[in-house]
Each structure stands twice: as structure tokens, then as C-alpha cells.
């Protein structure tokens, strides 16, 4: 099965070849994630060895606002952006299926303003206060780069305002087989978040900013306008010295995603789909945002074995099998602190939007978290 896999990639179509040359792909890992599928291996993503909730101190809160120590981290961060030493990534290559099919970074969030719009407007509003506008990079996909940067035109320097490409990989049928889809052709997929560290790396953007004095990389979701470069998170990553600062909200019973657990003693991020038969994830009350902060020196030196995760889709009715890999993993390779953070009111750190009603939902939540900060007058 190997090698008539390994020939039906020898023939893919010249255009398909292309896309997945131009999108890094692997072939040899590729092969071997599909030899697993092929011969039955064990496609559990459990983890195994202990897993517990977090221990005291693992998840903490910041100093309360007014107090000494909060204005001095909030003092820190404004001393770091003035001098260029933190960047924003924003995660965008997804396509908001759930919302029509279109590129949700272009979705208005507010009447008249995209969630591109509104991060576009919060640099603007870092370098009013600041002096100087952070760099703001966008990890878009194959569906969704072109109306990116066509979206910001002549604003795309390629350095200060720049975007980098994630992945691009094959799904196979469940006997370990190349999937064609309706059409005839190989169906192609991004294989996740995960792609971040490499993607970012390969794009010389994160090279070129660590060599210029670049400290911090905070990395959100472009949906989740609450996921801001805000100064005393900045000060906080700062000042406690761990390579990642990973945010966390209260969770409630809908949640469902990542949470800080410790993992053979260690303090991570574990999926819910991770966590071994009889660990109960709401002995966790607090929920991972996917929003990061990155020592930009740590994430540039960064070597790890990704897991790559097996997910069982659907593609036009039939049953298919892809590989993906989550950026909560590097809490298993470096070092993290986690912070609590509101997901309410004008300081909330969480405002998901992921389909028309959720987005009616939050329109009022989003308009006063962005009057807030910045992004609108």
C-alpha cells in the first residue's frame, strides 16, 4: 500500500505537485503518518502517563488594576513596543465554512469593519501610543492568501505588515489510500495551527525580527478581537522569564478545546481529545484561549518532534482521514505559564466567532472591547 501511495503522488496532477511544493510539504512524514492509517495502527490521540489538574500557582492572575505592580508590567510592555521588540501574528488562513464558505479574516465583525479592519486598526493605535507601530504578520492558507493580501494592497511591505503561508497536505481514505474527492482530484487540507513555529521560521520574518532586538511574538485567533498585544501582558511574559505565556478564561460547560493540565508532572496544554479515558476535564475550570506569548528567541530555536494528530473527516458524504498538528504543543517542549484572564466586559480576552449567530451574538461584546482599545473611534 506504501508504495502504491508513494506512485500515486508520483502522479499527481502537475498543478496539485506545485501547490504542495510551494506549501512545504512532506512527503516522507506524509508516508509514514499513512502507513499507520494503512496497517491499523493505534490512532488514539490520547496521551499516556500521569495527567492531573493544574497545581497551585500553575494558572495565576495578574496584579489588580491600579496596584504598583500592575502599572510597572504595564510600564514594561509600553517600553517594549516603543522600541519595536514585539510582534502580533494573527492566525487567518481558515475559511468560515460555517458563515458561507468566505475568508472570515474579511468578515465584517462590526457594520463596516472586518476583523482585518479592526487589527489593522489596532496597530494604528499601538503606534499612536507608542511611537511605533508593532509588526503584524498573518499566517494565511492557500484558500485564504490572495484576498489577504489583496485586502491590504499597498499596506503589504512584506516586513512591518507581511504574510506567510501555512502548510498544505494530502487526506487519504481509511484504508490508508490517496482520497479523491467527487471531482477526481486528490482533496487537499492545511494541517492546523500547529504549522506556526516552522511556517513563521521558513518566512524569514521571525529571523530577521530577533536579529533587529525582537522579544515577544503574542500569536490569537483573527476572530478573537479580545486577543490583543496589550502592554501589561507584555510586561507580565517579560518579567516572569518562561519562554510561553499561554492565556486562559473561565470555562463554561459549552467549552470545548484546550486546557492547562500537568502532564507527567509538567504544566501543558492538552486538548480535550488528549486526556486519558477517566480524567474528567471539568475538574479544570479555566479553558485555553489560543492566544500565546513567545520569547521570539525560543520559538526561533525551537526543535521539536510534532505530533501529528489523526482526524476523521468528512469530504463530499465520504469518510476521510487527515493529519494535523496543534500549537498548544510546544507547552509540552518549552517551558509555560498560564495567566486567567476576564472573557467578559471591555477587558475581555475571549470573543470567539465561529458562525452568524455566534457573531450577532458578540457584534455588541466585540464593539466595546474594540472602543476600548483602540480599534474604533
Known sequence: MTASLSDALDHLPADVQALLTHHRFDRARFLRLAERVRAGADQDNRVSGSVAPPAPGDVTDLPPAGSAERKQLEQRGLEALARGQCALVVLAGGMATRMGGVVKALIDAVPGHSFLD???????????LTGRAPPFWLMTSDSTDQAIRSALGSRLDGERIATFTQGLSLRLAPDGSLFQGADGRPSL??????????????????ARFVAGGGQVVTMANIDNLGGTLDPVLIGWHLAHGQPVSCEVVDKLPSDRGGIPARWNGRPVVLEEFRLPEGFDPTTVPVFNTNTFHFTARALLDLTMEWTFFVAQKKVDGAPVVQFERLIGEVTSHLDTRFVRLPRSGAQSRFLPVKDNDELARQRTAIELCARSRGMLR
Not at 118 to 128: P, Q
Not at 189 to 204: E, I
Open 118 to 128: 479592526l487589527r489593522l486598526a489596532e496597530v494604528a493605535h499601538l503606534e499612536a
Open 189 to 206: 487540507h492545511s494541517p492546523g495551527h500547529g504549522d506556526l513555529p516552522d511556517a513563521l521560521r521558513d518566512s524569514g520574518l521571525l
